[in-house]
C-alpha cells in the first residue's frame, strides 16, 4: 500500500478527490488538509509516499510549498490551471492533472506514481517479490496473481491476459512490451512478438509451437534459443 495525502482547499474538490482515492486498491489515504500548512504538520507526524496538491490555495501556493519544502513524497498537482505546468516540470512532479480529472486519468497518474514507488522500494526491500500485479481493465484496477497467469497475447494497443480457470481473458489497453516489463523475469518468458508465456505452465513443447493446457502458443524463431535455455536437460 502506498499512504497519501490530499491537499485543497476547495471543499467539493477536496471531497471529489477522495472518493477518487477510494477506488484505488492500492492507496491509503492517511489524512486530508485544506492547505499547505496543515500537510506540513501531517508530514512531520505520519509516513506519506504521495502528496495530491492543488496549486491555487490561498497564504501560500502548492508550488511555493513545494520550492520551500522540498518533501521527499512524490507529489502529483491537481489544479484547474494549465499555466503552472512548467512549475510541475521544473519540480519534478509524477503527474500534472486539470479538473476536472476524469477517474481514467486519475488512475493513470496513480498507477505513474505505484509504479515508481515499487521501483524505489525494490532497491530497500529485501522481502520476497510481491506475487501480484495490478492491471488496468475496463476502468478498474484488477489485482492479478502471478501464478494463475497462463500466458500473455499482445494486440496492438491492447493485452489478454489468460488466467488458469477463467474463461474470458483479462483485456488491458497496453502493448506487450509494457506488460513484459511489469512481469517479473523468473516464470516468463517472450516466445513470439505477440506471446509471453508462464514457463511454469507449459505442457509440451514441438517444432514452432508451445502447448499450454489445451491452447498451442507459437513460437517464433527469434525467441527459441531462450526457451531452450530454459528447457535444457541441465536446469530440469
Known sequence: ????????????????????????????????????????????????????????????SGVQFLEATRPNQMVIFITAYEKYALDGYNLDVVDYLLKPVAFDR??????????????????????????YI??????????????DILYVEGLKDYVKIYIEGQSRPILSRMNIKAIEEK?????????????????????????????IGEVEVPLSDNFKDELMKYVHPSNL
Not at 15 to 35: G, H, Q, R
Not at 39 to 56: R, S
Not at 113 to 129: I, P
Open 134 to 147: 495490478f492491471i488496468n481493465s475496463e476502468y478498474n484496477l484488477i489485482k492479478v496473481n502471478l501464478f
Open 106 to 131: 486519475f488512475m493513470k497518474a496513480a498507477t505513474k506514481a505505484y509504479d515508481l514507488f515499487s521501483l524505489k522500494n525494490k532497491s530497500t526491500q529485501t522481502e520476497t517479490a510481491p506475487d
Open 183 to 211: 512481469l517479473p523475469s523468473t516464470g516468463f518468458l517472450r516466445v513470439h512478438k505477440s506471446f509471453i508465456i508462464a514457463t511454469g505452465k507449459i505442457t509440451s513443447i514441438r517444432k514452432n509451437r508451445i502447448k
Open 1 to 60: 500500500m502506498m499512504n497519501c495525502i490530499a491537499v485543497d482547499d476547495e471543499p467539493l474538490a477536496l471531497e471529489l478527490l477522495v472518493d477518487n482515492i477510494s477506488k484505488i486498491p492500492f492507496l491509503n489515504l492517511v489524512a486530508t488538509c485544506p492547505n499547505p500548512f496543515e500537510a506540513i504538520e501531517v508530514l512531520k507526524e505520519k509516513p506519506v509516499d504521495l502528496i495530491f496538491l492543488d496549486i491555487q490555495m490561498p497564504g501560500i
